[in-house]
């Protein structure tokens, strides 16, 4: 349901901060559990929320923000969505991460009942946001297609 796209996104932010680009500063970042805190219809075609992740980051504290994605469906625009600002700690903490998702234009409320039988290998997702450590030193990051199923971990 729209409830495991939105699950996915926030994922796909914290996925993106561990890749290759942020290797460096980020190298054993890691997310453990993860789950939806809460969700609430907005409208027919948009819901908002917040999900909670276990996060152990023994680097350094950073700061995401400007976080903005799309979840696509067969290489078809979807979902999109915006999160707000979050603070990473160091250490084991949990980071809750609160956005809001809507169907792209296009996408019918018909097609959404597809998610009902979700296969996670039909969906991937497209990420941008910046990074900022305590520092200072400040970086936008940029994924594009990042499956969703290696993400969940569903396979």
Request: aromatic share 8%.
């Amino acid at each position: 349901t729209m409830k495991r796209l939105f699950v996915a996104f926030i994922v796909a932010v914290l996925a993106a901060v561990s890749s290759a680009d942020c290797r460096a500063q980020f190298s054993r970042l890691s997310i453990g559990d993860y789950g939806i805190q809460s969700i609430s219809p907005e409208s027919f075609r948009s819901v908002s929320g917040a999900v909670w992740l276990n996060v152990t980051n023994p680097d350094q504290a950073f700061t995401l923000s400007d976080i903005s994605g799309v979840v696509y469906k067969n290489n078809v625009p979807f979902v999109k969505g915006k999160a707000s600002t979050v603070r990473i700690a160091k250490g084991t903490a949990k980071a809750v991460i609160s956005g809001r998702a809507s169907l792209c234009d296009g996408v019918s409320l018909w097609s959404v009942l597809s998610v009902l039988s979700f296969n996670p290998d039909d969906y991937c997702v497209d990420i941008i946001m910046r990074v900022t450590l305590d520092s200072g030193e400040s970086r936008m990051i940029t994924k594009y297609k990042v499956p969703v199923s290696t993400l969940l971990k569903l396979k």
